[in-house]
């Protein structure tokens, strides 16, 4: 929305105003905390009960050169009075901490938005690194915005003045300046951010302080100065009552295996090799040995699927984690375990692509390669987080078919739902699926390769226990006695059989179901982390008065069974994917329905006007 | 059924019902039998062994072993029995691999375990040659070898697997050939009790691909004369009439011959427990194992060092923790920082 305007009061004091709905983005070079600052932003906001929704936007250099385009790091939060589903097409706010961070960015902004600049960073030497040709604080290209001109620099080092700190440090200091800018801005408490501060720098509390200091001065110059003539307040969200969380879908997914594994009784294996952006998965889960979870960080990503192969043949909950680039090299091992029939999770937080692609941005274009990535028949069930917080639920389901259908099955998350967070409503831990599982223990009339007739599974008999020693292997299996096997009639009959077990999984999972009318024109189909973008956009879409529907699919291998008859209730299925139409290539396949794409792969996510826009085009308004 | 001490295990309790189908005289039968002999004198139940094998001749290994087997997928088997062994510490993981498996397409495994210092017991057999894709030169062939692949003789240099063990940090290396089976079954015992990562090269003869290549060592008189039998806090001896020895010039090993005032005296004494490395590989250096050298072929254990576990380190570190910080999926779930929205829709920090 459009920050209001409103005239000084008496006495030089700021107007008052409350909104419902704010987008920020804090922009700045990769070293100047620009994560940081708009994650403060954001677990503070989360504090007073806004509902709220992040997107951050970094490059895959750990530092690129000062002041340079390629090093501008960002990071946006939205935070309103009501339920949203994404970070906000455009923002309202940019805090542009030097010359390339205004550049790259000030074409998001909205018509009328409040640009604040660290004047200290805009010297010729930086302009000209930014490409910029004439001093954009000084001509008339930034007309349209409303700019607020700040020495972020020099005020920071006036606050520290008694500071004993090397003047470096001090300057590091500055996003909390900004901070505290926006802090008073947005009328939002500075207690939540001095505690984290002099938490995490308990062993330096002259950091600790300094950042206070520095953040309590930037508030200060709001305050007493007529810097701002408005001063906005966003109210607290009516979410549903409990209790909440801000989580990041990389946090969620953790604890979500940690929940799965506690609700089923197995000890969690992580077998991961570092990769952007999942490796903060093997970071948090590292944290929590103290439920038992083992965490090992492999020589390469072949190594970290089959590690976790080996933990599920012994009995433990077998989890590995990467993104793209990794899954490929995890696909001989996935296989392994499609022919073994033992438990595995599979996490992809998939990435720009391919080959090494874009690392930090987000894509949704490793569908075809985890349905179709790996030699000969290879069923393996696919489920797609749709949030941040939904990670959480995802993580559970991923385990409960690996364990009840004895098989790999892959989660796949992104860039864009691992690293942005949203508020969660905690549930409660009894409500949670009741995932416990029996180890086959009876030697008599065992058999690896029998089978529970309803799911197909073969039964989970871990080394150690008498009588039930046993071989498995890649080898194709006799059915029953799982001996190795080249018969022809015994391959086909595994290769149906292992795929029949697949697509039982339709018989139990729910039916997909439609929001808006049951049947008509249009249908907008998504599946993972487009369902923020969509719903905005379909609420938006009824609200102009427009006839859509939309579904969102979790199962994509096997798709829920209603899927067909849905998608033929409808004149036309509006797909929208981060790929060149993978759902669509696979929905087409199965149900010989034609598809329309909306594709979009430049590595960041669809707005919601983007589907509005093409809504509004099929819909006919 | 249980096995209890009372019913103590044989030979014939390993034996699979699996019908073994290498060819016939391959050295691998001899390998299989020696295990099947020293698994059950080991005091460990049956149920606790599992053997973890990759791809190729040798990895067909577990399917003839009855205890719990694991035939992976080539080169991996060292990242699987990894992935046991730190969940399962009770088991007895043993891996079983080739010179293509473990060296070539599996090298960055093997080398990684052996750093670690898992507590797995790695086979490596050793016969120069790719056999199940039926004949390429490998890893470890000779230069000049003609093979399908290399019709016109190899210009790839080999690996010294035991040189690439000792240089991976592995805290046990032996070498012991298929057809010395006593030689074989007390490398075998030692490197069970190893705690830590056991590197064993077992010299095998693969009879249809690349027979006798180990001939100079294995055939009548090359036993004795092309064999150098390590033992630790012994003389380096060797010979028909051990009428040879090594001593060390300070630089090289060099071959001493033992009379005429000379003695085992003069002679190196084996110290498989030195904490420096570089003797063992040097050791390991002065043949390169087919006993067609000046030098004979050392056999037996290079190096046999203490050190802690990958494993147990893992384990510890959970245990610990797990003590230190008790506390509940309820606590995990809910983090630091939470709110909560009352019935009404007032907001307030923290938990309910």
């Known amino acids: 929305m459009t920050l209001p305007i409103a005239g000084q009061t008496d006495a030089g004091k700021a107007a008052e105003a409350t909104v419902s709905d704010v987008v920020i983005r804090f922009a700045g070079d990769s070293g100047d905390g620009m994560q940081l600052t708009g994650t403060q932003f954001t677990n503070t906001s989360a504090l007073i009960g806004n509902d709220l929704s992040t997107l951050p936007d970094f490059p895959a250099e750990i530092r690129a050169p000062a002041g340079t385009l390629p090093g501008v790091s960002a990071f946006q939060v939205r935070i309103a009075d009501h339920d949203i589903h994404t970070p906000g097409d455009a923002p309202d706010v940019l805090v542009a901490m030097n010359p390339a961070a205004l550049k790259a960015n000030l074409r998001d902004l909205r018509d009328n938005g409040v640009i604040i600049v660290n004047t200290d960073e805009f010297t010729p030497r930086n302009l000209k690194r930014a490409g910029y040709e004439s001093n954009p604080l000084e001509d008339d290209s930034l007309n349209a915005f409303r700019l607020y001109q700040v020495a972020l620099t020099t005020m920071t080092r006036r606050a520290l003045e008694e500071s004993e700190l090397d003047v470096r440090s001090k300057d590091r200091c500055k996003n909390f ?3 505290g800018m926006i802090y008073w801005l947005f009328s939002r408490p500075l207690e939540p951010t001095i505690d984290w501060l002099r938490v995490k720098f308990r062993r330096r509390p002259e950091i600790a302080e300094a950042n206070v200091k520095v953040m309590k001065a930037g508030w200060n110059f709001c305050d007493i100065t007529d810097a701002f003539q408005v001063r906005y307040d966003v109210e607290p969200a009516k979410l549903e009552p409990g209790t909440y969380r801000s989580i990041h879908g990389n946090s969620a997914l953790a604890i979500g295996l940690v929940a799965a594994s506690r609700r089923s009784g197995l000890p969690l294996f992580l077998g991961a090799y570092p990769i952007t952006p999942a490796s903060d998965v093997l970071h948090e889960l590292a944290t929590y040995k103290h439920f038992g979870v083992t965490t090992y960080q492999a020589e390469d990503e072949i190594a970290a699927v089959c590690s976790a ?43 720009g692509g391919p080959s090494t692609g874009l690392p930090t941005k987000t894509e949704q274009a490793d569908l075809l390669q985890v349905m179709f990535g790996r030699n000969n028949e290879s069923p393996v069930p696919v489920i797609a987080a749709s949030s941040p917080a939904d990670c959480f639920d995802t993580a559970l389901e991923a385990v409960r078919l690996a364990t009840t259908y004895m098989t790999p099955v892959v989660l796949l998350s992104d860039g864009y739902i691992a690293n942005g967070a949203e508020p969660w409503r905690i549930p409660e831990v009894e409500d949670l699926p009741d995932l416990r599982v029996d180890f086959h223990q009876e030697a008599d009339g065992f058999m690896p390769y029998m089978r529970n007739q309803e799911t197909l599974a073969r039964p989970w008999a871990i080394p150690g226990t008498p009588g039930l020693e046993h071989r498995i292997g890649g080898l194709e299996k006799e059915d ?27 018989n139990e999972i729910p039916e997909i179901e439609i929001e808006g009318p049951q049947s008509g024109k249009l249908l907008v189909l998504g599946w993972g982390s487009t369902l923020g973008a969509i719903t905005g956009a379909v609420n938006q879409a009824w609200a102009d008065g427009l006839t859509v529907s939309r579904a969102h699919l979790k199962h994509l291998n096997p798709f829920p069974r209603n899927l067909g008859d849905v998608l033929d209730r409808f004149e036309r299925v509006l797909v929208p994917e981060m790929n060149l139409g993978q759902l669509a290539l696979l929905l087409r396949a199965r149900y010989l329905k034609d598809i329309e794409t909306y594709s979009k792969v430049e590595g960041k996510p669809f707005t919601r006007d983007e589907i509005l826009h093409r809504i509004q085009q099929m819909a006919g308004a | 059924m249980p096995v209890t001490e009372a019913t103590p295990l044989t030979r014939k309790d390993f034996q699979s019902d699996q019908e073994v189908r290498w060819c016939p005289g391959c050295g691998d039968y001899a390998i299989l039998s020696a295990v099947q002999q020293v ?17 190729g001749c040798s990895s067909r290994f577990p399917y003839y072993m009855n205890t719990y087997g694991f035939h992976s997928i080539h080169g991996r088997a060292p990242a699987v029995a990894t992935g046991i062994k730190m969940t399962r510490p009770d088991l007895d993981v043993w891996v079983v691999t080739g010179d293509g498996d473990a060296l070539s397409i599996g090298g960055n495994h093997l080398i990684h375990t052996l750093r670690r210092n898992v507590n797995v017991k790695i086979l490596l057999f050793n016969n120069r040659v790719y056999g199940l894709t039926k004949g390429q030169y490998s890893p470890t062939s000779e230069l000049g070898k003609r093979t399908k692949s290399t019709p016109d003789g190899s210009v790839d240099f080999p690996f010294n697997p035991l040189n690439i063990a000792i240089g991976a940090g592995a805290t046990f290396v032996a070498r012991s050939v298929d057809v010395f089976m006593p030689h074989l079954k007390a490398v075998l015992k030692r490197a069970a009790a190893h705690k830590g990562s056991a590197f064993v090269e077992v010299m095998q003869n693969c009879n249809i691909y690349n027979d006798k290549a180990f001939a100079a060592l294995t055939d009548k008189t090359g036993r004795q004369q092309n064999g150098l039998y390590l033992e630790h806090g012994k003389p380096l001896v060797f010979g028909d009439n051990q009428d040879k020895g090594l001593r060390f010039t300070g630089t090289d090993f060099e071959v001493i011959e033992l009379g005429n005032g000379r003695t085992a005296d003069d002679c190196l004494v084996w110290d498989e427990k030195h904490t420096n490395p570089s003797l063992a590989f040097q050791m390991a250096s002065i043949s390169t194992g087919d006993g067609l050298g000046d030098f004979p072929v050392p056999l037996g254990v290079l190096r046999a060092i203490d050190a802690p576990t990958y494993d147990a380190g893992v384990i510890d570190q959970i245990d610990e923790l797990t003590t230190a910080r008790p506390q509940t999926l309820d606590q995990l779930i809910h983090g630091t920082d939470t709110w909560t929205v009352d019935a009404g829709g007032n907001v307030h920090r923290g938990a309910n």
């Open chain 2, 39 to 55: 698994f059950p004198e080991l005091g460990i139940p049956r149920e606790k062994f599992v053997i973890v094998s990759g791809i």
């Open chain 1, 177 to 179: 300046l900004a901070l």
């Open chain 1, 480 to 506: 029953v006695t799982g001996n190795v096997n080249y018969e022809p009639e015994n391959h086909d009959h595994m290769v149906r059989l292992r795929a029949e077990k697949v697509a039982r999984i339709a």
């Open chain 1, 309 to 351: 192969i080996g933990a599920s043949f012994g009995g433990a909950l077998g989890v590995s984690c990467s993104s793209g680039p990794g899954i490929a090299l995890k696909a001989e091992g996935i296989n392994l375990a499609v022919m073994v029939e033992l438990p595995l999770v599979i996490c992809d937080i998939q990435r």
